[in-house]
């Protein structure tokens, strides 16, 4: 648990190895809590465990959205492939 609350990015992966989140967790997990929260989930509770509170949220059956396919959609994701073409670009040159 502890390490999760330091970590600077998280790599999601839902069942079958779909991508559902890449990112920066922020500060006490404000901004992983923030996009699942703006992507259906419900929202977090005073007190829970956010690494539990999204493991909860992405097995629930009651957010009707596909979170791989919400991320695909996402500015996270546009960022990543930002960041992909800029390490592609700096080993070519």
Known sequence: LFSFLVQD??????????????????????????????HGARPIEIGDNPANW???????SDNPRDLAEEYIDS?????????LADVRESQIA
Do not use: N
């Open 9 to 38: 990015d998280l790599l999601l992966l839902a069942k079958g190895g779909k991508v559902v989140y890449y990112g920066e967790t922020g500060h006490q997990s404000k901004e992983l809590i923030h996009y699942f929260e703006e």
């Open 54 to 60: 999204m493991l909860r949220e992405i097995q629930s």
């Open 75 to 83: 500015p996270q994701y546009l960022k990543l492939k930002e960041r």
